[in-house]
């Protein structure tokens, strides 16, 4: 198969973004609310800004392949300041900004940072460190705060400077970021990717992905997570769109961003999406009853009609809705991080967006496989992207087993951990450690995580996943996680299912809003709930059946791509 992506596409970041400020100069590149109106940079401005940081940072010492983290909350300033990094020479070490106090240390102690550009929400955090740990770290605020350099003052300085930056030798293979984990115990781990490595990966996607000048991405997801790094932060610039940052995680702020600034492209992972779903179903629910029959039922000839046509029909069927939603404007609305449940696709697909997913790690840049806007395949992550090869290693007798990739997005190995990396590196090979198998058309499907898979005394696989997925088709089930756990009495490996109850869903509890949930209601509660397992999980092989039901009345903990944390769960219960 010829590869649309060529080698001399695959130049250093900065050479990609400088193009794109040559082309779209007078474009908006990024934009924030600021008060009651939009702060916005133009691409021309973004490269005066980039430039004149980068010098500043050469200036004040910055070495070719120097470490200089970065963290903060979604905004231009963190934009800038990755970009400036890159093209001073630097290698940006981007910091999970809900990280806690000792996980950031751990991070600068064992990245040896002696640079980090900060808001002033981690300002005071930061300088603490450096004062109780006897940090040699010059911190750089983003903001005006006291007693340090600012961003504002750099670019000050890097307009007056004759330093040219462009005589830095900066190569595709040299390293762009290290993205570490979490951790306080020195077990973090940090992917270290290259300028080729995200580049392929932004120019291989737009293969798949129709993204124009006149496109507006939103930014909600952190930026220092690779998914929006690579989709929503590198790929828009390179095509010369708009970003808009949205300045919360309220989800009437962010349909009011996407309103005013006309979004068409967001990213998402599948909680965020769930969360819109419902509430534009919550409000149809609320409409008087003919209004809301016409609804439904124009909703199943939407369904209908792209069962037949393979066409969204929905598009025209409710335009005026989404119109009134303050989603009119949405051309594509693209998931990751986790699973997307079908169900949640669909219902987006029937009102008229269209809605896609891919598949990817951080290890891979991180987008391996994607549908294309085409396709409307609601339950397969995708093809792989072009150039990329993949295989699944010991498969079973349905061909599900552990997902193999290789290609020019493969990291580069994880950062002075040799040990670590020739586990998941073999000949080229990434080994993912997640499950999953091809159709006969090539597209991928994820079953789960390789380390959560429960096996039973006789052998067989079970992939909680595939259980969870069943369970979150209820309306009761807000969260659930499946684990394996050992019958005392019998001594065998069996299944337990962990469920955080959709309480405002179950019609009983209406008149106890508000009130203490007693014993009596719990009782109430955990019928229902067991009730539901039973009726979802009737049509799995008996070896899969819920045997254990556990309640619990607060949410999972999750990190901040929304992921349950199945760790915590596993050792509390």
């Known amino acids: 198969m010829e590869n649309p992506v060529l080698e001399r596409d695959i130049v250093p970041l900065r050479e990609i973004i400088k193009k794109s400020v040559d082309e779209y100069k007078d474009n908006i590149a990024l934009q924030m609310r600021r008060g009651k109106a939009f702060y916005n940079i133009t691409y021309g401005e973004l490269w005066e800004k980039i430039n004149a940081i980068a010098k500043s940072l050469v200036k004040f010492g910055v070495k070719k392949g120097e470490k200089v983290g970065l963290i903060g909350p979604n905004r231009p300033e963190w934009a800038i300041s990755y970009l400036a990094i890159h093209t001073a020479g630097g290698v940006v070490i981007p910091i999970d900004s809900k990280l806690k ?22 300002f005071f955090m930061l300088h603490g460190l450096k004062s109780n740990q006897n940090l040699e770290l010059e911190i750089i605020s983003m903001d005006a705060d006291e007693g340090v350099q600012n961003l504002d003052e750099l670019i000050g300085i890097g307009k007056r400077s004759r330093i040219d930056v462009w005589k830095i030798p900066v190569r595709s293979d040299d390293d762009l970021s290290i993205l570490f984990t979490s951790g306080t115990t020195g077990k973090s781990k940090g992917v270290i990717l290259t300028s080729r490595n995200v580049v392929y990966d932004s120019i291989a996607s737009l293969q798949r992905l129709h993204i124009y000048p006149e496109d507006a991405f939103i930014s909600i997801l952190p930026l220092h997570h690779t998914f929006e790094a690579t989709a929503g932060f590198i790929i828009p ?39 819109i779903y419902n509430g534009i179903m919550n409000g149809i629910r609320k409409q008087p009853l003919g209004v809301k029959a016409f609804l439904y039922s124009t909703m199943g000839i939407s369904s209908a009609i792209e069962k037949l046509t393979k066409r969204n029909s929905g598009k025209g069927l409710f335009k005026s809705l989404r119109e009134k939603a303050g989603l009119g404007s949405l051309k594509v609305l693209i998931s990751g991080g986790a699973a997307l449940r079908p169900d949640i696709a669909k219902g987006f697909r029937m009102l008229g967006f269209n809605m896609i997913q891919g598949y990817g790690l951080t290890e891979t840049s991180p987008i391996a496989n994607l549908n294309t806007m085409e396709e409307g395949n609601i339950t397969s992550v995708g093809k792989p992207i072009v150039g990329i090869e993949e295989k699944i290693v010991r498969a079973n007798q349905e061909g599900i087993g552990e997902i193999c990739i290789k290609g020019p997005l493969v990291m580069k190995g994880y950062y002075e951990d040799e040990e670590r990396t020739d586990r998941v590196l073999k000949d080229g ?21 390789q380390k959560n898979v429960i096996v039973t005394e006789a052998g067989k696989n079970i ?12 309306p009761y089930i807000k969260e659930v996680v499946v684990k394996g756990y050992k019958n005392e009495k019998t001594g065998r490996e069996e299944v337990k299912a962990i469920v955080y109850p959709n309480i405002e869903n179950i019609s009983f509890y ?26 979802l999980t009737n049509n799995l092989a008996s070896y899969k059946k819920v045997k254990s039901v556990q309640l619990r009345l607060e949410e999972f903990e999750k990190t901040t791509s929304r992921k349950i944390k199945r760790y915590i769960v596993n050792r509390k219960q």
């Open 237 to 275: 610039l390179i095509c010369g769109a708009k970003i808009t940052y949205a300045r919360s995680l309220r989800p009437n702020e962010i349909i009011e961003d996407i309103k005013d600034a006309r979004i068409t492209v967001m990213l998402g992972v599948p909680l965020l999406f769930e969360k």
């Open 510 to 535: 209406e008149g106890f809003k508000g009130k203490e949930i007693t014993g009596e209601i719990m009782k109430e509660i955990n019928k229902i709930i067991k009730g539901e397992v039973m009726r």
């Open 429 to 449: 090979w990434f080994y993912t450690g997640d499950i999953g198998y091809f159709d006969r058309k090539g597209y991928l499907y994820i079953v789960g995580r």
């Open 463 to 474: 992939y909680p996943e595939e259980i969870e997925y069943e369970l979150l088709k209820s």
């Open 101 to 122: 106090e000792k996980e950031v240390l751990n991070i600068i102690k064992i990245s040896g940072l002696k640079r980090i550009i900060t808001a002033t929400d981690h």
